[in-house]
T-cell receptor, first 114, second 115 residues
Framework: KQEVTQIPAALSVPEGENLVLNCSFT??????LQWFRQDPGKGLTSLLL?????REQTSGRLNASLDKSSGRSTLYIAASQPGDSATYLC?????????????FGKGTKLSVIP | EAGVTQFPSHSVIEKGQTVTLRCDPI?????LYWYRRVMGKEIKFLLH????????ESGMPNNRFLAERTGGTYSTLKVQPAELEDSGVYFC?????????????FGSGTRLTVV
């Protein structure tokens, strides 16, 4: 059974700092991995999707890496801003026919202090 | 392009009552999913529709939950009768027909409180 762990559970940084959020998963047989952000009382916004054959994806100040063999992904946020404050969720999709379920971590709650 | 729409955004009901949640996926997205997050836990899968057919309902907690997707468009999730432990946020998501190559788009969720 796939388990996804996100460390740390919460993180507080001053504005402008670069930071890394971690995600680990127990079963390396994944199809892809997706990072989301969730603002309080809102839905999930997709940030980056990494296919299992890829090593990283970039979007603006965000960079996500994937090391499938070691069961790890990181989300790097450059030059953090107060608007980055949110909960960041990692989710993996298992490989195999008909496997559409996402398994989520509990998330990392990020606070960027002005 | 309109996103995934969920209605209502909040619902407070008494234990034993019935509640129906609705999800309108992105137009053209054959795949529709329901997930939920209960307090302090991670978001968990409930079920997956491909058009109007239930592809995978392995995450449905019990027979008090009934999901439908008539005509392969919007979906409803009915909880009858509701129990206290059903409280949480129910998310709907959709993905294109070749869903495995794409990520999911999630709705804003329905926050259900059973009192």
């Amino acid at each position: 059974k796939q388990e996804v762990t996100q460390i740390p559970a919460a993180l507080s940084v001053p504005e402008g700092e670069n930071l890394v959020l971690n995600c680990s998963f127990t079963d390396s047989a994944i199809y892809n991995l997706q990072w989301f952000r969730q603002d309080p009382g809102k839905g999930l916004t997709s940030l980056l999707l990494i296919q299992s054959s890829q090593r990283e994806q970039t979007s603006g100040r965000l960079n996500a890496s994937l090391d499938k063999s070691s069961g790890r992904s990181t989300l790097y946020i450059a030059a953090s801003q107060p608007g980055d404050s949110a909960t960041y969720l990692c989710a993996v999709r298992r490989s195999g026919a008909g496997s559409y379920q996402l398994t989520f971590g509990k998330g990392t709650k990020l606070s960027v202090i002005p | 392009e309109a996103g995934v729409t969920q209605f209502p955004s909040h619902s407070v009901i008494e234990k034993g009552q019935t509640v129906t949640l609705r999800c309108d996926p992105i137009s053209g997205h054959d795949n529709l999913y329901w997930y939920r997050r209960v307090m302090g836990k991670e978001i968990k899968f409930l079920l997956h529709f491909v058009k109007e057919s239930k592809q995978d309902e392995s995450g449905m907690p019990n027979n008090r939950f009934l999901a439908e997707r008539t005509g392969g468009t919007y979906s409803t999730l009915k909880v009858q009768p509701a129990e206290l432990e059903d409280s949480g946020v129910y998310f709907c998501a959709s993905s294109p027909p070749s869903g495995r190559h794409y990520g999911y788009t999630f709705g804003s969720g329905t926050r259900l409180t059973v009192v």
